[in-house]
């Protein structure tokens, strides 16, 4: 496919727009510590991306994403551990070179399925790898079967629950609740020092402007169409001879992948992995964020993780008493008001009134308009 | 001699993980048996039911309290009066809900999860304002208090008896209402065909509202027994809602008898593992097992046949 036709003149706007204001507006205007703030918002974006594809287009809502998120941010979070669990730097532990809470546990070796994780080649293979391959188990044994939708979601939300519980169960191996903490250097190079946390940023909005690219190119793609055709009617999709759950499977292994790589990020950035990024509450989360933006807009998905997060900080800050009834309110607001979420107050207002005013545009507001979720896919 | 306990010992230590088993499947089939109703005969996702059952727990708290301040000759029946009090406020909570709600997101059931889970981060808040953050337990009248002790070394409390009493008369008293009563046979009759339903005259949305107030006031009586064995705090309900989910999964959504059995076995296998091995292991073990079971079996262990 060629790579101008991979989006449409508006969505290239948009896309434009977004890559301007995250590379160059940001850093430009506020500061390093609030752009650190920027970049672990977006770490969450990779997840509302991935959730669009899989829950807006695919009609799959997995409440379990904080499991993939984690889980990358894990395998990062053991690489860095054991690069600042140099002999040197444990010298007071009764058994050097070990990270400091394993020693803490008294156990005075590290298990052999950390030793991998020495190496940066096979981390960075693990952070995509693992979760993709738990996707693949879970999905491969609940599409088979043809189980979707609410069943789907309490499975995967279950999986949350019972991973939490086992990292914060097997303290000597995970780090237990306070998680993987006192991260330093990246093959030498300290990630805690400002011109590390740009370098970071821009490695985020990079990374996370491809995850967009790759994710719009799967959804104009034919793949992209039969996912739409799935979520809308499953058994006419199945009855034209293809084989649904593999396309399922894959979805939900992509979206796992995405998340991934937010999680990674999240660690980089952040400079500590715990288990209160992976459970019940932090996945349910990762929806909203979608659903703010909208859920079958990628870009939407991208300033909804910002949003909510930065809405987050700054009422949790000030009036920590109103961010739950906040919260709240936004869930059943935006499920009940505005399905499509922000992208679909975009095309249903903004849009109309921008083709009012450059009648040229209009052509575009009308395809805006055909691709918006009808309410008879909402009935699903 | 079985490891390094005698036969009677450890018969003994089975007798009593079994009890704290039981205690622990109260709970559940308490908590399960609402969410059934919910989610079994209607198909939504109520991830607030925690905080309907908390809504009961705080229902009892203060009725203990107003009992002690006013009514002290009558503080030892409080307990009853509380739990009716606690059915009809969270009903009640359910109804409105229901109403303002529920009834336009029928046929999203997605959706009703993202938005009953909001309600529940709301109703959680709310409790932490109004109630204050800290956990509160209620004074038990003395006749629940203290054991009987069947041998030297089994004791049973008796608060834990009275909760599988009241376990036992609900559950009674909702397959009555399901099986034997008309707006039961109402119920039904919505759930396996809502048009004809709607045909021979049964207002099906008023069915709707009634069954869901009804899942709620059980589980508000369902926090009033849990006060008896554990302590209330704003969030106490969240920890429970996914094992009481996997419940009624596992036990297969529209059958009762199946959320039973789902319930005893659940609980069992974990009290029984929890001796064995630390908590946290055992609930993994537990609750892969169950997902495992649901991967092989979606539809869960009992499942009603419905012609679509």
């Known amino acids: 496919m060629n790579i101008t036709r991979l989006f449409d003149r508006s969505e290239w706007l948009g896309f434009a727009a977004i890559a301007a204001i995250l590379l160059i507006l940001f850093p430009s205007v506020i500061d390093i510590f609030r752009l650190n703030l920027v970049g672990k918002y977006l770490t969450y974006a990779f997840v509302a991306v991935g959730l669009v594809l899989c829950w807006g287009h695919g009609g799959i809502l997995s409440l379990g994403q904080g499991i993939f998120f984690g889980l990358g941010g894990y395998c990062m979070a053991m690489f860095l551990k054991l690069e600042a669990s140099t002999p040197e730097n444990t010298s007071i532990q009764s058994t050097p070179g070990i990270p400091d809470f394993m020693d803490w546990n008294q156990l005075t070796e590290l298990p052999w399925w950390w030793e991998p994780f020495n190496s940066l080649a096979f981390t960075i293979v693990a952070i995509i790898v693992v979760p993709s391959i738990l996707a693949f188990i879970i999905g491969q044994a609940m599409f088979q079967r043809r189980v979707g939708g609410v069943y789907f979601a309490i499975i995967t939300q279950a999986i949350a629950a019972i991973l939490t519980i086992l990292i914060v169960g097997q303290q000597g191996y995970t780090g237990g609740i306070n998680g993987i903490t006192d991260l330093r250097t990246l093959l030498g190079w300290d990630i805690r020092t400002d011109s590390a946390k740009y370098i970071l940023y821009f490695v985020n909005v990079i990374l996370l402007l491809g995850v967009v690219m790759i994710a719009q190119f799967v959804k104009v793609s034919k793949f992209g169409r039969l996912l739409v055709a799935m979520r809308d009617k499953e058994d006419r999709v199945r009855f034209s001879g293809y084989n649904v759950s593999d396309f399922k499977v894959f979805i ?26 992976v459970g019940i509450v932090p996945s349910i989360e990762m929806v909203i964020f979608a659903a703010v933006g909208g859920r079958l807009s990628l870009f939407g998905a991208v300033i909804g993780a910002l949003l909510v997060n930065f809405a987050k900080t700054t009422f949790s800050e000030t009036f920590p ?37 450059l009648p040229n545009e209009q052509k575009a507001a009308n395809a805006a308009q055909a691709t918006k979720v009808p309410t008879k896919a909402l009935a699903e | 001699m079985i490891g390094d306990y005698t036969y009677v010992e450890f018969s003994s230590i ?37 905080e309907f059952m908390i809504l009961g727990a705080y229902v009892t708290y203060f009725c203990s309290l107003f009992f002690q301040e006013y009514l002290p000759s009558l503080f030892g029946i409080y307990f009853f009066i509380a739990m009716i009090l606690a059915f009809f406020v969270s009903g009640a909570l359910g109804v409105v809900v229901e109403w303002l709600m529920i009834r336009h997101l029928y046929k999203r059931p997605l959706d009703t999860l993202l938005a009953t889970w909001g309600l529940s981060l709301i109703l959680q808040q709310f409790y932490r304002s109004v109630f204050g953050a800290r956990e509160v337990g209620v004074t038990l009248p003395d006749w629940l208090l203290g054991s009987i002790s069947l041998t030297d070394i089994i004791d049973v409390p008796i608060n834990g008896l009275f909760v599988m009493a009241i376990t036992l008369t609900i559950t009674l008293g909702v397959a009555f209402i399901m099986y034997k009563s008309t707006w039961g046979k109402q119920i039904r009759a919505v759930v396996q065909n809502r048009t004809m339903a709607g045909a021979v005259g049964i207002n099906t949305k008023m069915v709707d509202r009634m069954t869901y107030g009804l899942g709620c006031g059980i589980a508000g009586v369902a926090g009033s027994a849990f006060t008896m064995i554990g302590s209330t705090g704003p969030t106490a309900g969240q920890l429970y809602i996914v094992d009481t989910f996997l419940v009624v999964v596992f036990g297969g959504a529209a059958s009762l008898l199946g959320t039973i059995a789902s319930a005893f076995t659940i ?36 499942t009603l046949k419905i012609r679509r």
Request: with cysteine; charged share 5%; net charge positive.
């Open chain 1, 252 to 277: 939900f292994c992509l979206a796992a992948a995405f998340s991934a790589i937010g999680g990674a990020m999240f660690t980089l950035q952040v400079g500590f992995m715990s288990p209160s990024f």
């Open chain 2, 267 to 302: 609980s069992q296998a974990q009290s029984t593992m929890e001796f064995f091995m630390s908590g946290s292991t055992a609930k993994v073990l537990t609750l892969l097992t169950v997902v495992g079971i649901l991967m092989l079996r979606p539809q869960g262990l009992f």
């Open chain 1, 321 to 357: 008493e109103l961010w739950l009834f906040a919260m709240g309110g936004l869930f059943i607001a935006v499920v009940m008001a505005f399905p499509n979420g922000l992208a679909g107050i975009y095309s249903t207002y903004v849009k109309p009134l921008i083709a009012r005013i």
């Open chain 2, 14 to 50: 089975l007798a009593m993980q079994g009890f704290a088993g039981l205690s622990l499947f109260s709970v559940f089939v308490l908590m399960a048996l609402g969410l059934a109703i919910i989610f079994g005969q209607m198909g939504v996702i109520n991830m607030a039911h925690g």
